[in-house]
C-alpha cells in the first residue's frame, strides 16, 4: 500500500485535515469546528483516515497542535503556510494569512524560507472572529455577507480596533438606517484598512489565504482597492496550512 501523509490544523475555529500522497497530491480533506466538547466528529474523521489510508506521518499546526501527541512535526502556521503555499506558488510572494484570531502577513521565499513575517496587535481586529460578531450584532447572515457588499457604494469603515466598541459603532450605523450591504461593505473596509497597518514588501505579489478568504470572497476585490495590487486567492485557501503541515510531515524522514 502507497504511503500518505496526515496535516492537521488545529486553527482558533476550525480544525482542518487534509492527506497527502507521495506525489503530493490532496486525497482527503476535512474540517470539523475546534471549540467543542463533542469529539465524536474529530474522532470519526481520523478513524476513516486510518482506515483508508496508509499513513506514514503526521504533521500538526495552529493553536491546538500541541494537543496531537502522536504527530512526528510540529510547526508553526508561519512555516506551514510558506511551506504549502510555495508548493504550489514557487516564487517570492507575500502571504497574506486572515485566520479567526490573527492576521499574519509572511514574506515567503521561492523555496518557502519564511524571510520577514508580522502579525496585528490590537487582540482580534480585523479578523475573522471581529467580522463574525460585528456582523452579528448587524443581525446580517455571514453567508450572506460577501453579495450583500457587492452590491455597495459605501466607502466608510468602522474606526474602532476593539471588537466591542466596533459593535457599538456598528449599532450607530443601524440607527442611521444605513442599509445592510453598506454595512456589510464598511466591515470589510475596516479589516482591510487594519491590513494597511500592518508592513508588507509591495514590491511582491500578494497570496491570500484563510477561511475568511474561503467565505468572504468580496474582500479580496476590497484589498485590490485599497492595497492598489492585484490579490490571487489560493485554491482552498483554509486548507493551505494544513497542506503545508502535510508536507512537513512528508519530508520529516
Request: net charge neutral.
Amino acid at each position: 500500500m502507497s504511503k500518505h501523509y496526515l496535516g492537521i490544523d488545529a486553527g482558533s475555529s476550525f480544525t482542518k485535515f487534509v492527506v497527502l500522497d507521495e506525489s503530493n497530491s490532496i486525497v482527503f480533506q476535512n474540517l470539523v469546528k475546534t471549540l467543542t466538547r463533542n469529539k465524536d466528529e474529530e474522532n470519526g474523521i481520523l478513524k476513516s483516515i486510518n482506515d483508508n489510508y496508509s499513513i506514514a506521518g503526521i504533521g500538526a499546526t495552529g493553536y491546538g497542535r500541541n494537543y496531537y501527541k502522536n504527530a512526528n512535526v510540529i510547526k508553526t502556521e508561519l512555516y506551514c503556510a510558506s511551506t504549502g503555499l510555495t508548493e504550489l506558488y514557487p516564487f517570492e510572494k507575500n502571504i497574506i494569512d486572515i485566520g479567526g484570531e490573527d492576521i499574519k502577513i509572511i514574506k515567503s521565499a521561492s523555496n518557502g524560507k519564511v524571510i520577514d513575517f508580522y502579525m496585528n496587535t490590537r487582540c482580534a481586529a480585523g479578523t475573522g472572529a471581529f467580522i463574525t460578531e460585528v456582523a452579528d450584532k448587524a443581525e446580517i447572515e455571514l453567508s450572506e455577507m460577501s453579495a450583500l457588499a457587492e452590491k455597495s457604494s459605501f466607502n466608510k469603515e468602522l474606526n474602532s480596533f476593539c471588537t466591542v466598541f466596533a459593535k457599538t459603532e456598528v449599532m450607530q450605523w443601524i440607527f442611521d438606517n444605513v442599509p445592510a450591504e453598506d454595512i456589510a461593505k464598511g466591515i470589510y473596509i475596516s479589516v482591510v484598512n487594519r491590513i494597511k497597518k500592518i508592513p508588507m514588501d509591495k514590491t511582491l505579489p500578494i497570496i491570500l489565504v484563510g477561511g475568511v478568504a474561503k467565505y468572504h470572497p468580496y474582500i479580496k476585490v476590497i484589498m485590490e482597492e485599497y492595497l492598489m495590487q492585484k490579490v490571487t486567492v489560493a485554491d482552498n485557501p483554509q486548507y493551505i496550512n494544513a497542506f503545508g503541515a502535510s508536507l512537513f510531515a512528508k519530508n520529516n524522514k
